[in-house]
T-cell receptor, first 111, second 113 residues
Framework: QKEVEQNSGPLSVPEGAIASLNCTYSDRGSQSFFWYRQYSGKSPELIMFIYSNGDKEDGRFTAQLNKASQYVSLLIRDSQPSDSATYLCAVNNWAGNMLTFGGGTRLMVKP | DTGVSQNPRHKITKRGQNVTFRCDPI?????LYWYRQTLGQGPEFLTYFQNEAQLEKSRLLSDRFSAERPKGSFSTLEIQRTEQGDSAMYLC???????????FGPGTRLTVL
């Protein structure tokens, strides 16, 4: 079992819809959780982070964390074609000395 | 530009040659990380520095790989006797704190022929 799991996709949504991206992790000692966006050929770009159970909103993005279920999600409202990218879920270990990434979910937003 | 910078951006080498990459972190960040990413996969942790001390190194990292951060500022990653399997994007990230967010540089794409 991988430490951080994501559905590889592609997840296809129409422009203006809500995109829902999910991630599960295995290490219960994990303290912080991150969502990165990565365009083809580019490096990961941080878009959201969350430390506590519940929801955290930033513009069109909402991160959700449920530590009991070891589950993190990212919602993108009013999806735009420019949101088309691979979204990487990353989990920081208890010591904070490394990120473990999932394999990423490819999102396609169709005009 | 105050972001993480990496040089070179691209490197093509022949199998068996040594290569060295450089990373300059965000100036006030004392933590620096190296990751490797192959096509279709998420980044994989290689090693971590806090200031000049290398505090963590992946067990998966071959002895051909070595990293330094001599003055707690920039870092270098050297790969000796490169193999075709070393072809990947090598990413550097920096962070101001342990559990805080990590910011990535543009990466160095290595191709081993």
């Amino acid at each position: 079992q991988k430490e951080v799991e994501q559905n590889s996709g592609p997840l296809s949504v129409p422009e203006g819809a809500i995109a829902s991206l999910n991630c599960t992790y295995s290490d219960r000692g994990s303290q912080s959780f991150f969502w990165y966006r990565q365009y083809s050929g580019k490096s990961p770009e941080l878009i959201m982070f969350i430390y506590s159970n519940g929801d955290k909103e930033d513009g069109r993005f909402t991160a959700q964390l449920n530590k009991a279920s070891q589950y993190v999600s990212l919602l993108i409202r009013d999806s735009q074609p420019s949101d088309s990218a691979t979204y990487l879920c990353a989990v920081n270990n208890w010591a904070g000395n490394m990120l473990t990434f999932g394999g990423g979910t490819r999102l396609m937003v169709k005009p | 530009d105050t972001g993480v910078s990496q040089n070179p951006r691209h490197k093509i080498t022949k199998r068996g040659q040594n290569v060295t990459f450089r990373c300059d972190p965000i100036s006030e960040h004392n933590r620096l990380y190296w990751y490797r990413q192959t096509l279709g996969q998420g980044p994989e942790f290689l090693t971590y520095f806090q200031n000049e001390a290398q505090l963590e190194k992946s067990r998966l990292l071959s002895d051909r790989f070595s990293a330094e951060r001599p003055k707690g500022s920039f870092s270098t990653l050297e790969i000796q006797r490169t193999e075709q399997g070393d072809s990947a994007m090598y990413l550097c990230a920096s962070s101001p704190s342990g559990v805080g967010e990590q910011f990535f540089g543009p990466g160095t794409r290595l191709t081993v022929l």
